[in-house]
């Protein structure tokens, strides 16, 4: 029914609420999005229990090594999410096992990238609320275009070429991860990005070659030139304020600009487009500075979050521990492929008139 001075006094309200439901995926509820006061009685109630991140830790100058990490990291940031950050190098010290995992009070533990945005924007923490819905738009079309098109070009740099696997990929979490775990997640990490690249491209049997790295860097070349043409001179993609599309986008260029790789052609291309190269270069100076002051491909053996840490007297005992642990992992290795087999015997006794006798008792 019309209002008394002749207007809709929903008029200009739809739109609003379109937009709250397409970024935040509340279609459930979508009228508790933008109930008036909520907000406030929210960020009282995070305040008092904030939420908990846990992700891989940094270096060569970036917040995280891991693209879903840094994906994560930076809509924290651009969102203003109060998050207490654990960067850890053990993912089965998340609550979820795998990293990134955010601890949260009232769903649990949420492992991947798109549901942590999702909780976050549900708790009122959106970077994407001033886009228009043709903002909406494109900010879905482009993060499909990274998925589809760099994303599997970068798993195969960082994971799939042999030598920037051994001499920097496999070295680095070989490093970082304690042990005995260091000799056995690289290569199982290893083996989960090569299956996943496969159902990417939706080959089972798929193995690398240079045909397949031509295909890769086709399309991840092409990626990078529409990402560069769309962001012009502007500071962020839509404007001076990053939005969900920007922390994907970072996080996907970040590791490419700033780890130092032997097989680097993708890393030569984004070189070639400065806009793209400064882009990155201005969200890690604004939102993560202390991380960008480290010098880019420096082996950096900073202590870890405190609870990632062991205590110095209990040191001794932790190394025995794991010495332990790896001697009987590998045992029962043995044992369970067939490698080592136990048998047990009767015991024999010396007087075979013994032997005789005993036999003629159990009868």
């Given at each position: 029914m019309p209002?008394?001075?002749?207007?809709?006094?929903?008029?200009?309200?739809?739109?609003?609420?379109?937009?709250?439901v397409l970024f935040t995926g509340e279609q459930n509820s979508p009228l508790t999005a933008v109930l008036p006061g909520e907000k406030s009685l929210k960020s009282l109630s995070n305040m008092a229990a904030p939420l908990e991140l846990f992700?891989?830790?940094g270096d060569y100058g970036l917040p995280s090594v891991d693209v879903d990490c840094l994906a994560v990291l930076a809509y924290a940031k651009f969102a203003g999410a109060p998050l207490k950050v654990h960067k850890i190098t053990n993912p089965w010290r998340s609550p979820t096992g795998t990293l990134p995992a955010l601890k949260t009070r009232e769903e649990?533990?949420?492992?991947q990238p798109s549901k942590i945005i999702i909780h976050l924007r549900k708790q009122k923490y959106n970077a994407d609320y001033d886009l228009s819905a043709k903002e909406g738009a494109d900010t879905l079309a482009f993060v499909s275009l990274l998925e589809e098109k760099l994303l599997p070009a970068l798993i195969y740099t960082l994971w799939i070429d042999s030598k920037n696997y051994v001499d920097v990929t496999r070295c680095w979490y070989a490093e970082n991860i304690s042990f005995p775990l260091n000799f056995l997640l690289p290569n199982r990490m290893h083996c989960q990005q090569l299956e996943k690249l496969r159902l990417m491209r939706?080959?089972?049997v798929l193995e690398p070659g240079e045909q397949l790295e031509k295909e890769l860097c086709r399309d991840a070349f092409e990626c990078m030139t529409l990402l560069s043409q769309r962001l012009g001179s502007q500071k962020f993609f839509f404007g001076d304020s990053p939005s969900s599309l920007d922390a994907y986008v970072f996080a996907h260029l970040a590791p490419l600009l700033k780890i130092k790789l032997p097989n680097g052609k993708l890393q030569q291309h984004l070189n070639s487009l400065n806009n793209l190269q400064q882009y990155c270069t201005n969200i890690l100076a604004l939102y993560f500075p202390s991380d960008a002051r480290e010098t880019p491909g420096r082996k950096i053996h900073a202590q870890p979050d405190?609870?990632?840490l062991d205590n110095e007297p209990h040191k001794r005992?932790?190394?025995?521990l794991s010495v332990l642990f790896a001697v009987g992992a590998m045992l029962g290795y043995?044992?369970?492929?067939?490698?080592?087999?136990?048998?047990r015997e009767r015991p024999q006794?010396?007087?075979s008139g013994h032997d005789d006798g005993d036999e003629e008792d159990e009868d």
């Open positions: 209002h008394s001075d002749g207007k809709d006094p929903y008029h200009g309200k739809v739109f609003l609420l379109h937009t709250q992700c891989w830790k649990g533990s949420i492992s939706g080959d089972p405190s609870s990632d005992r932790n190394q025995i043995a044992i369970l492929t067939g490698i080592v087999t136990i048998k006794l010396k007087n």
